[in-house]
C-alpha cells in the first residue's frame, strides 16, 4: 500500500480541475460539475464537497479500472517520463522505480505500452525492458509507433526506412558545418534523424538558430519536422503518437487509458486520448511529468506530476488501489 502522506496528491502530483474542449475542439474552459463552462482567464469554479472524490481524475479512473482490469491500457512515453533527462540521449537509462512502478501496474492491467520516440532497440536496452518484472504485457511503439514490439510474443516489426532520411542524412553535416553549429549532436536512428543541442555552448540558442534551415529541409524533402527537448527531429511523414494510441485502444479494446508524457510529441496522444474520453468510450487519466522546459501540456493534462518520480507515484498508487480491491 502507498503509506499516508505519499499518494500522488501527497503534492509531488497536483490534480487539475477538468479541461472541456471548447468550440471548435479548443481546448480552454474550466468545466464544473453541472456542465457550466467557465473561461480560463476566470478562477476555476469551485467543486461542491459531495463532488470531490468524483471530479478527483485519479479516483475516477482506479473506479473504472476496478471493475475490469483486463480492459486498462497504461501507457507511456519513454524519455522525460520513464528516464529522466540527462545531457546523452545514449545514456538515459529508466529509472528503476519507474520501471518497478510500471511493472506493479503491468501485473494488474490487460495491456502496458511504451510509445516512444526512440528506436524500439533503445528502448529496450536504456528501459532493461526484456528483464523488467511485471511488464511481460508491454508493447513498445517506436518511432512514433512506426516500429513495434511485442514481449509476448517477440515479433519485431521494422518497415524499411524511408528514403527520404537518406537524403537528408547527406545534407546534415553540411548545414551544420555552414551554421557554425558542428557541435550540434546528430542522433541518426535510422528512420529518423535528431540533431541536439543540449551539449552546445548554448542549447536555446542553437535550437533557434537550426529552426528555419531544418523546416526548409524537411519542406523540401518531404519530411515530418518534430521540435522536441534540445532536440529537432526529421522523420517521415504521416504517423504520429495521436495515431499509434489510437490504433492500440483499437486493437485491445481498452475501456481505460492511463498517459503519461511530457513533451511536445507526446501532444497528439494527449488529444487522441481525451477526445476517445469526451466522446464517452473511454475513461482516461492523463499525466503530465512536469519540467520547466516544456509546459506545452500543461493545459491538457490531468495531473501535473513532479517529473518522473511523481508519475512513478501515481503509477504505484493506482497498482496499490487495485491488488487492494482484487485481495
Ligand atoms: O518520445 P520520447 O520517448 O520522449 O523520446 C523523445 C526523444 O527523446 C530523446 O531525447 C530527449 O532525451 C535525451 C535524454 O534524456 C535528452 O538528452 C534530449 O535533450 C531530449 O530531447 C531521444 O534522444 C530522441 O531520439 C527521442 O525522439
Same mark, same amino acid.
Given at each position: 500500500?502507498?503509506?499516508?502522506?505519499?499518494?500522488?496528491?501527497?503534492?509531488?502530483?497536483?490534480?487539475?480541475?477538468?479541461?472541456?474542449?471548447?468550440?471548435?475542439?479548443?481546448?480552454?474552459?474550466?468545466?464544473?460539475?453541472?456542465?457550466?463552462?467557465?473561461?480560463?482567464?476566470?478562477?476555476?469554479?469551485?467543486?461542491?464537497?459531495?463532488?470531490?472524490?468524483?471530479?478527483?481524475?485519479?479516483?475516477?479512473?482506479?473506479?473504472?479500472?476496478?471493475?475490469?482490469?483486463?480492459?486498462?491500457?497504461?501507457?507511456?512515453?519513454?524519455?522525460?517520463?520513464?528516464?529522466?533527462?540527462?545531457?546523452?540521449?545514449?545514456?538515459?537509462?529508466?529509472?528503476?522505480?519507474?520501471?518497478?512502478?510500471?511493472?506493479?501496474? /503491468?501485473?494488474?492491467? %490487460?495491456?502496458?505500452?511504451?510509445? =516512444?520516440?526512440? +528506436?524500439?532497440? $533503445?528502448?529496450? &536496452? #536504456?528501459? @532493461?525492458?526484456?528483464?523488467?518484472?511485471?511488464?511481460?504485457?508491454?508493447?513498445?511503439?517506436?518511432?512514433?509507433?512506426?516500429?513495434?514490439?511485442?514481449?509476448?510474443?517477440?515479433?519485431?516489426?521494422?518497415?524499411?526506412?524511408?528514403?527520404?532520411?537518406?537524403?537528408?542524412?547527406?545534407?546534415?553535416?553540411?548545414?551544420?558545418?555552414?551554421?557554425?553549429?558542428?557541435?550540434?549532436?546528430?542522433?541518426?536512428? /535510422?528512420?529518423?534523424? %535528431?540533431?541536439?543541442?543540449?551539449? =552546445?555552448?548554448? +542549447?536555446?540558442? $542553437?535550437?533557434? &538558430? #537550426?529552426? @528555419?534551415?531544418?523546416?526548409?529541409?524537411?519542406?523540401?524533402?518531404?519530411?515530418?519536422?518534430?521540435?522536441?527537448?534540445?532536440?529537432?527531429?526529421?522523420?517521415?511523414?504521416?504517423?504520429?503518437?495521436?495515431?499509434?494510441?489510437?490504433?492500440?485502444?483499437?486493437?485491445?479494446?481498452?475501456?481505460?487509458?492511463?498517459?503519461?508524457?511530457?513533451?511536445?510529441?507526446?501532444?497528439?496522444?494527449?488529444?487522441?486520448?481525451?477526445?476517445?474520453?469526451?466522446?464517452?468510450?473511454?475513461?482516461?487519466?492523463?499525466?503530465?511529468?512536469?519540467?520547466?522546459?516544456?509546459?506545452?501540456?500543461?493545459?491538457?493534462?490531468?495531473?501535473?506530476?513532479?517529473?518522473?518520480?511523481?508519475?512513478?507515484?501515481?503509477?504505484?498508487?493506482?497498482?496499490?488501489?487495485?491488488?487492494?480491491?482484487?485481495?
Amino acid at each position: 500500500m502507498t503509506p499516508p502522506g505519499l499518494g500522488w496528491n501527497s503534492g509531488v502530483c497536483e490534480p487539475r480541475p477538468r479541461l472541456c474542449p471548447g468550440e471548435h475542439g479548443v481546448v480552454g474552459e474550466w468545466c464544473s460539475p453541472d456542465g457550466k463552462l467557465t473561461p480560463m482567464s476566470e478562477q476555476p469554479p469551485a467543486q461542491p464537497q459531495a463532488d470531490r472524490a468524483s471530479s478527483d481524475p485519479v479516483a475516477r479512473v482506479v473506479a473504472a479500472a476496478r471493475n475490469d482490469p483486463a480492459a486498462v491500457l497504461v501507457a507511456t512515453d519513454f524519455d522525460g517520463v520513464l528516464s529522466p533527462i540527462v545531457d546523452d540521449p545514449d545514456q538515459a537509462y529508466a529509472d528503476p522505480e519507474a520501471v518497478a512502478a510500471l511493472g506493479a501496474l /503491468g501485473q494488474l492491467v %490487460g495491456q502496458v505500452a511504451i510509445v =516512444t520516440g526512440r +528506436p524500439v532497440a $533503445a528502448a529496450r &536496452r #536504456l528501459g @532493461g525492458l526484456d528483464q523488467a518484472p511485471g511488464l511481460g504485457n508491454l508493447v513498445v511503439l517506436g518511432q512514433y509507433g512506426v516500429e513495434r514490439w511485442d514481449a509476448a510474443s517477440g515479433e519485431l516489426v521494422m518497415p524499411p526506412e524511408p528514403v527520404e532520411i537518406s537524403r537528408a542524412r547527406n545534407e546534415i553535416a553540411d548545414l551544420l558545418a555552414r551554421l557554425d553549429l558542428a557541435e550540434v549532436w546528430v542522433e541518426d536512428k /535510422g528512420r529518423a534523424l %535528431g540533431l541536439h543541442t543540449r551539449r =552546445t555552448a548554448d +542549447p536555446d540558442g $542553437a535550437f533557434e &538558430r #537550426l529552426r @528555419g534551415p531544418v523546416t526548409e529541409l524537411a519542406e523540401r524533402l518531404g519530411l515530418h519536422l518534430e521540435p522536441g527537448r534540445m532536440v529537432w527531429e526529421l522523420r517521415a511523414a504521416g504517423q504520429d503518437k495521436g495515431r499509434a494510441i489510437a490504433e492500440l485502444v483499437e486493437a485491445t479494446g481498452a475501456r481505460v487509458v492511463v498517459y503519461a508524457g511530457d513533451d511536445l510529441g507526446d501532444i497528439p496522444a494527449f488529444r487522441t486520448v481525451a477526445e476517445l474520453r469526451e466522446q464517452g468510450r473511454i475513461e482516461a487519466l492523463l499525466l503530465w511529468s512536469r519540467s520547466e522546459e516544456q509546459a506545452a501540456l500543461a493545459d491538457i493534462c490531468d495531473v501535473a506530476c513532479d517529473g518522473v518520480p511523481g508519475v512513478a507515484q501515481v503509477w504505484r498508487h493506482i497498482a496499490d488501489e487495485l491488488e487492494t480491491h482484487s485481495h
